[in-house]
């Protein structure tokens, strides 16, 4: 119990410096800012995130037989996670006629390419699956 | 139609057993990024209490790489934990009649709400300006990336706090077991709860693998998705091009000196040729930026020392040709200035520096942020 006491204790120091670091160093208009940036990061992962995601996983039971559900939730961190972290690239909002050494990369069509290949993979995964699955059920002959 | 509760969520992935395994590797890559973070903004500052040390000269590289490479880790590892743990969201809060159980839930679910509104802030805006892509315009992301880590690592800890004995005991059970979950979380999911977690890693390390080849060379095939190739001219990327310092006449201009100003005097007064003439030295020497990018190379110049006569245990002020900027004029701490392998470059890769490395000459020091090696340098005042 003191142990969780003074770790919640220091977390709070920590936490309200933070918070007086903000308000000391940077004046109302750009608070406000910081307060909107905030707010719409929890937005957009409560409910545009979740909502996709909920969405999916329902559409996920209804639509794809069992032995494609694996794959399919596999496919979706590791493609998702990706994008996600790839979403400043993406855009190319940060590229710079003066500069080619930055974003100097195809991003989007490379997305694309990854995003091909992880649909193919699921699709054999998949196959794979739904056929090994038949053959062990024993209703099956042969 | 009604709002879910908790017992509408009915996966049993979505479980404390999962989320405090996904948690306990986002806390490891929110610690590094934290420390490492600290370890940039002290090297950072104009003087140092105690001396930033000048070796291993990749210090920082290995530091500030280590910070976006966990920063990048952390987001499918923020978004799964999030998504164990969404039903809580929707939890009901205590009745009145309760008066302490309500205030205390009421302080938990705020905390929990800084901590997930700093760290989707600190993840957004730090993979944002590693691509150098600024989409706010009032903050400073310098100073808020900074004063939010506090608030982001303030936040988990008093997570970790309240949720400290429900941690130790699925940590040390099997990953399977029931005790903490919620009543209705029974259905198998599409994946077991282990096979869960083993993706998220694995879902980390794709998007490290993905991006990290800004930093890490033998990568840089791999990353696909990096901000850079890697390549530029000399085999070093640019982060600020002279077109866009607004340098390109001043540094080219045959007026061009530079200026050495000890105790308020000038001292001496070079041209690019009489640089030349002095005594060159080469060094093998990394440009690492905060943005995470980094490159290894081969500078020709003079050494700073040698130009510093009569140096002093004092810091230098190392000045470009810029108008404006945060880093127009840097600080030199006097252990940086009199390592023998600081040198004012006039070269990289056997040829003069092209004007977008600073032509004609640029400040490279060993174990520096990349910011602060001053490109396009026309003055240097020894404070003494």
Redesign the interface.
Known sequence: MRTRAALGALGGVLALYGAWLVLSRQDPGQWLEIALWLGAGVLAHDAVISGIVIGLGLLGTRVLPDPWRAPAAVALVVWGGLSIASIPVLTGLGVRPDNPTLLDRPYVATWWTISAIVVLTVVVAGLVRSRREHADDPRTEG | MRAPTPDSFT?RLRSPAVAARVGLWLGICFGTCFLTGLVSHYAQLPSHPIPFPTSPSWGYRVTQGLHVVTG?AS??LL??K??SV?PN?FQALPSLRDPRGLVLTILERGSI??L???S??QL??G??N???????????FR??H?????????????????K?PVIRDVLTSDIDATTHDRPTATVA???SRR??VR??F???G??VL??AGSTVPWLRRVS??????G??PGGV?????A??ARVEEAATSPDWRLEVVVAGEVARSLSYDDLRALPQHTVDLPIACVEGWSAQGTWSGVRLVDLLTDATDADVRVTSLQQSGPYRSTSLPANFARDPRTLLALDLAGEPLSL?HGYPCRLIAPDRPGVLQTKWVTRLEVSA
Do not use: C, M
């Open positions: 996966s990048v987001i499918p978004l799964v999030l998504w969404l969201l709400a800084v997930v509104a700093s989707v802030f957004a805006t993979v944002a590693t691509a150098q892509w600024y989409p706010w315009t009032a903050f400073s100073t808020t900074y004063a939010l880590a506090w608030v982001a690592i303030g936040a988990l800890l008093v997570h970790v706090a309240v400290l999911g599409a994946l096979a869960l993706t998220t694995a879902a980390a794709v998007a993905a991006t696909v998705l990096a901000v850079r190739t390549e530029g990327p640019i982060n600020k091009s077109k866009a977008d």
